[in-house]
């Protein structure tokens, strides 16, 4: 887990105050440091452009804000883009078409001709994709995901390639597929596998990889089509806890690599991290409202609830909390940080050491860049707060808080009621 600096019993982010930055932009936010942003977009990249020509596609529905989405663009990221909103942002953000890759699951014909209007490739994940896909225009750029049975993932919602997965085409039948994908005209150009997200272990990405490799191969023998890349989706773990080991992305990078390189013909390899880019770029500023000793429990109630940060609730996640302005404050006692959602499950952390916490403190949660603000929420009629970006010692709004306005906007009260 990334740390932090401490100046005089204050946390310092990006090289400003953690609880400066929260009274000048109100709680709870988001705030993200670009130069983080950077160098983890360049340390997955140079991993593996290393040893071949190397596409990054960053998976952008871990943090889809346009100010990030267009930092890994100046960076010469690849997009993994799941839907024709993602598609359309980054486009907004300055990807053009080419630099996408669309991997929908539950894909509506609807939104394939959307996708296919705009050019961008799109990753098939089912046979009934490609079918419709042909009738829409089958000189569209195409790969196919494979479900490669190795699944991975910190929890069990997330894990994606195990065998009977909902995602990807089986891979008994992905030479089939190939097939037909030839015979109704198009010229797929990669084979994609994604395991799943946040796994703890390198060897699912080396066996998934193996399974890409045999079916590239079996591809180019049998129907003599040749693929141009490898795609071996995302997952990368990062640690949310302290002293939690790093995952070795070199290690991950070398290996599968030689294997490609050894065994097939491909001489391009693309992958899809977006925890790994994000995660730990970003911090998430919330206030304490007010603080309840029950004589059991001791809570900390904070202004940020799973409507702003879900994946402790949802996930049983854990996020590292410290108080951003008693950094260097010795801790007095258990306290569990819970929002003011109704509901018993708003939780952010449970029984962390903490110093004697007071109102008007502020709370930093750690790792908050990847699926966090991307899965925000209006629950219980509180607007989405704001994101702010760090940058050389000066912060820059990048998204402002919606209003209660935002949430009315588009809701009617049909006349016979009035
Ligand atoms: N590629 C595909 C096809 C994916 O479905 C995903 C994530 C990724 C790449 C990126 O995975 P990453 O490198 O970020 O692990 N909301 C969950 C994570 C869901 C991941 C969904 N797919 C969470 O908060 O942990």
């Given amino acids: 887990m990334r740390e932090f600096e401490n100046s005089g019993g204050h946390m310092i982010f990006g090289g400003m105050r953690a609880d400066e930055i929260a009274k000048k932009y109100g709680t709870p936010v988001y705030v993200t440091d670009e130069d983080l942003l950077r160098a983890n977009y360049r340390s997955v990249h140079n991993a593996f452009s290393k040893y071949m020509d190397t596409r990054v596609h960053y998976a952008c529905k871990a943090n889809s804000s346009l100010a990030i989405l267009k930092i890994l663009e100046q960076e010469g990221s690849y997009i993994d883009a799941v839907s024709v909103g993602e598609v359309i942002t980054c486009m907004k953000a300055g990807f053009d078409a080419s630099r996408i890759l669309y991997t929908g699951t539950s894909v509506s014909t609807h939104e394939l001709n959307e996708v296919a209007k705009l050019k961008v490739p799109i990753n098939i994940d089912s046979a009934s994709e490609l079918e419709r896909l042909a009738k829409i225009d089958t000189g569209m750029d195409i790969s196919v995901r494979i479900t490669p049975g190795v699944g991975s993932g910190h929890c069990d919602k997330v894990v994606t390639g195990a065998e009977g997965s909902k995602f990807g085409i ?64 995302g997952g990368f773990k990062v640690p949310y806890k302290p002293n939690e080991p790093e995952m070795d992305v070199e290690e991950i990078a070398s290996a599968v690599t030689d294997m490609i390189l050894d065994e097939t013909s491909v001489r391009t390899i693309a992958l899809e991290p977006g925890r790994y880019i994000v995660c730990d770029t970003t911090i998430l500023l919330t206030r304490c409202n007010d603080v309840k000793l029950t004589g059991i429990k001791n809570y900390i109630g904070v202004d940020a609830g799973f409507n702003t940060l879900i994946r402790p609730a949802f996930y049983g996640s854990y996020h ?3 108080i951003a302005n008693k950094f260097n404050k010795a801790c ?87």
Avoid: W
């Fill in 170 to 233: 089986p891979m008994d039948a992905a030479v089939e597929t190939y097939g037909r994908a030839l015979d109704l005209g198009f010229k797929p150009k990669g084979i994609h596998a994604h395991i799943g997200s946040g796994g703890y272990t390198a060897e699912p990405f080396m066996e998934s990889v193996s399974v890409l490799i045999e079916k590239t191969n079996e591809i180019k023998d049998e129907l003599g089509l040749e693929l141009q890349y490898i795609n071996m989706g």
């Fill in 320 to 322: 590292h909390v410290a």
């Fill in 332 to 418: 007095e006692g258990k306290y569990d940080v819970v929002g003011p959602i109704c509901e018993s499950g708003d939780h952010i952390a449970r029984d962390r050491a903490l110093p004697a916490p007071e109102e008007g403190d502020i709370i930093a949660v750690y790792n908050a860049g990847a699926y966090a603000f991307s899965m925000s929420s209006t629950y219980n009629s509180r607007p989405r707060c704001r994101e702010v970006l760090v940058n050389n010692g000066k912060t820059e709004l990048i998204r402002d808080n919606e209003t209660m306005e935002d949430l009315l906007r588009h809701q009617v009260i049909p006349k016979r009621l009035l």
